[in-house]
């Protein structure tokens, strides 16, 4: 089935920026709609961010709207995450999803594939 691997965390002062990649591979259904989670020690994991197959469709969390960008390229079936402006309180273990399906959705148990993460840290 899908696999998904995250790579671009790292360590980065705060107003500092960092980009996310994901890497799709084995693939046997279409990742209609792909996306980025976090999860800090102690909390749910917590949406971020989401792009539609073609792109034209994506969704952010208000505490990230304006800093960070999503964006996929379907020929290396791959989904990104610039961040930007980076806070503290972006400091996590970031997730890549994926949906078989369809639709923008913010829960965690709408996606159906999960990558094993990528740590951010964010320095004050």
């Known amino acids: 089935q899908v696999q998904l691997v995250e790579s671009g965390g790292g360590l980065v002062t705060a107003g500092g920026s960092l980009r996310l990649s994901c890497a799709a591979s084995?693939?046997?259904?279409?990742?209609?709609?792909m996306g980025w989670f976090r999860q800090t020690p102690g909390k749910e994991r917590e949406f971020v961010a989401a792009?539609?197959?073609?792109?034209?469709?994506?969704g952010y969390a208000d505490s990230v709207k304006g800093r960070f960008t999503i964006s996929r390229d379907n020929a290396k079936n791959t989904v990104s995450l610039q961040m930007n402006s980076l806070k503290p309180e972006d400091t996590a273990v970031y997730y890549c999803?994926?949906?078989?399906?369809?639709?923008?959705?913010?829960?965690?148990?709408?996606?159906?594939?999960w990558g094993q993460g990528t740590q951010v840290t964010v320095s004050s």
């Open positions: 792009i539609s197959w073609s792109g034209g469709s994506t």
């Open positions: 084995g693939r046997t259904v279409r990742t209609s709609v």
């Open positions: 999803a994926a949906r078989s399906m369809s639709g923008l959705f913010r829960f965690p148990e709408s996606y159906d594939y």
